[in-house]
């Protein structure tokens, strides 16, 4: 993507980004452009004690789920405490576990997982991760996690002040699962395979299928919807790895992308897609600022004076500026590069560009749809 130009507002909330797309749309691989159905990744969860904090674990008091996990671990290695036996376990913490299980995973490998603490705990630093068998969503365990925690955030507190750097409460750890039971697939099955596109588009499916049919012959491929071609594949499992070898690194030209301005409310961010056109129409933006100063005033007697009282008397002073506001026109057919031009003449803020882009839509002159996030 290449950036015209930038508009950064003062302000830490306000940022503005204003980029340009290519004029026509580069040839990417079908890999880039597709998936395969059916061939995806499974999300694993599952629960379990990190052990081995320097006192940074949940405080047992507020999170008695720790204290039964705990019971529970120690009875299954064959230790039983007393019932009545309180304690507290400033060293082990209550976590989350979660991972995900690629397609394809086979029994024996490795997979990565991140620990999240549940509890109080404030650093999970320095912890082990007990046994956790992963499970999914049909309840069936695919993966055993266990292994030393690498968490990037560091926690430090005072009596009076503590110093958080990113989060010291979540944690990973590479390779830290191994695949138990793999997922299967239907890669092999039927005499077809079905590539979904990441983005939805008419246009891009029917040059994906025309790719393909030129590289395999007529009939291999067909559009099915703006998201999905149906391809024909050999039904023999090897022939079809690498007739999807051959065909994943097809070079397609994707359809342009749908005119669309982008207005992130939260952080004022604007992105303007390259489709954008504006019709004629003229627009004239400016400021306008009102200051009221209230200064009260305290009126004294006048010294020798028989009586009176010290009286407050309040004084507003308000004052009007309204900045210049030059009026720019905009042509039929006005191209990215012209809006942004146009704007940063007046030395328009983000705040400024979504007032003017919402306004050219209300009068029907902005041909994309504006979408606020």
């Known amino acids: 993507m290449n950036c015209l130009n930038r508009l950064v507002s003062a302000s830490a909330s306000l940022a503005l980004v204003l980029c340009l797309l290519p004029s026509q749309a580069s040839a990417e691989r079908i890999k880039d452009l597709a998936s395969i159905a059916g061939v995806r990744s499974n999300q694993l969860v599952g629960y379990g004690l990190v052990v081995g904090l320097d006192g940074t674990g949940d405080q047992t008091n ?108 979540v944690g990973r750890i590479p390779d830290g699962a191994t695949v138990e039971r793999s997922v299967p697939t239907p890669f092999g099955d039927g005499d077809s395979l079905t590539l979904n596109l990441h983005t939805a588009d008419f246009t891009t499916a029917d040059r994906l299928a025309d790719a393909i049919n030129s590289s395999f012959g007529p009939g291999v491929a067909s559009s099915v919807d703006a998201s999905s071609v149906r391809v024909r594949a050999p039904q023999n499992r090897g022939q079809r790895v690498g007739f999807v070898a051959m065909l994943e690194n097809i070079v397609v030209t994707p359809g342009e992308a749908a005119a669309r301005v982008v207005v992130n409310s939260r952080t004022g961010t604007v992105v303007i897609g390259q489709s954008v056109k504006v019709m004629p129409a003229a627009v004239s933006h400016g400021n306008l ?85």
């Open 289 to 373: 600022t009102v200051s009221i100063v209230e200064q009260p005033v305290a009126s004294q007697p006048t010294p020798l004076s028989d009586g009176g009282e010290t009286v407050v008397l309040p004084r507003t002073s308000i004052q009007v500026n309204e900045e210049p506001s030059p009026m720019f026109l905009f042509g039929p057919g006005v191209s990215l590069r012209e809006i942004v031009d146009a704007v940063n003449s007046v030395g328009a803020t983000p705040s400024d560009l979504v007032a003017i882009l919402e306004a050219l839509k209300s009068v029907g002159a902005l041909r994309a749809q504006l979408v606020v996030i």
């Open 62 to 169: 507020q999170t008695p789920f720790t204290v039964q996990s705990f019971r529970n671990m120690l009875a299954n290695l064959g230790v039983i405490l007393p019932p009545e036996l309180r304690f507290q376990l400033k060293n082990v913490a209550g976590v989350a576990v979660q991972a995900s299980l690629p397609a394809f995973a086979k029994p024996g490998q490795g997979i990565d997982v991140t620990v999240s603490s549940i509890g109080n705990a404030k650093s999970l630093r320095g912890g082990t991760l007990m046994m956790s068998p992963l499970r999914g969503a049909d309840g069936q365990v695919y993966a055993v996690a266990q292994g030393n925690v690498v968490v990037g955030g560091l926690g430090v507190e005072g009596e009076a002040s503590k110093v958080s750097i990113n989060v010291p409460s």
